[in-house]
T-cell receptor, first 115, second 110 residues
Framework: DTAVSQTPKYLVTQMGNDKSIKCEQN?????MYWYKQDSKKFLKIMFS???????INETVPNRFSPKSPDKAHLNLHINSLELGDSAVYFC??????????????FGEGSRLTVL | SQQGEEDPQALSIQEGENATMNCSYK?????LQWYRQNSGRGLVHLIL?????REKHSGRLRVTLDTSKKSSSLLITASRAADTASYFC??????????FGPGTRLSVLP
């Protein structure tokens, strides 16, 4: 069974479109994250949710809106896509928040290409 | 700026050799983690070392932590072609979210 699964794996879309990425974890973790990995492999946190509540929002444009319907799911909706949004987006989860939360479990990534 | 910085950016070695990667960070931490990322895949946790620990082993992996120098190293002994991947260190940002360095790309040649 996949621990952290995200869909779709690939998205190719035009500038200005809206797209969503879904993430689910079956580990019973309380905390979930969205990370963005750019073409140079830099991995930067975007959002963190703990038990459905937003904990971290790292100055991400308003076009990005996360939504956590329950603690096992964290989705990411992106409006008005721009060329610079092209990246690989990773969902991750951990037992708890911050340093005491232990290791992060990552999904396989969703590669977004904006044309 | 990134909390952790790995060094070197890229490393190429022969199978059977040891590979050493370093990570430097800027602020106080509670713990430091190392992750591996195979091409086109997600990150996989390798090892966590707490701030009060100096060394930790897991199979062919050895991690050291020097909090006075704010640095850590990851040693992979007797490397194999399957170890080819990018390796990242992650440090907790004042106990909050984990911040990743830019990674070291390791190539193990058969």
């Amino acid at each position: 069974d996949t621990a952290v699964s995200q869909t779709p794996k690939y998205l190719v879309t035009q500038m200005g479109n809206d797209k969503s990425i879904k993430c689910e974890q079956n580990l019973g973790h309380d905390t979930m994250y969205w990370y963005k990995q750019d073409s140079k492999k830099f991995l930067k946190i975007m959002f963190s949710y703990n038990n459905k509540e937003l904990i971290i929002n790292e100055t991400v444009p308003n076009r990005f809106s996360p939504k956590s319907p329950d603690k096992a799911h964290l989705n990411l909706h992106i409006n008005s896509l721009e060329l610079g949004d092209s990246a690989v987006y990773f969902c991750a989860s951990s037992l708890g928040q911050g340093a005491q939360g232990g290791e992060l479990f990552f999904g396989e990534g969703s590669r977004l290409t904006v044309l | 700026s990134q909390q952790g910085e790995e060094d070197p950016q890229a490393l190429s070695i022969q199978e059977g050799e040891n590979a050493t990667m370093n990570c430097s960070y800027k602020t106080s931490i509670n713990n430091l983690q190392w992750y591996r990322q195979n091409s086109g895949r997600g990150l996989v946790h390798l090892i966590l070392i707490r701030s009060n620990e100096r060394e930790k082993h897991s199979g062919r992996l050895r991690v050291t932590l020097d909090t006075s120098k704010k640095s850590s190293s990851l040693l992979i002994t007797a490397s194999r072609a399957a170890d080819t991947a990018s390796y990242f260190c992650a440090t907790d940002n004042y106990g909050q979210n984990f911040v990743f360095g830019p990674g070291t790309r390791l190539s193990v040649l058969p």
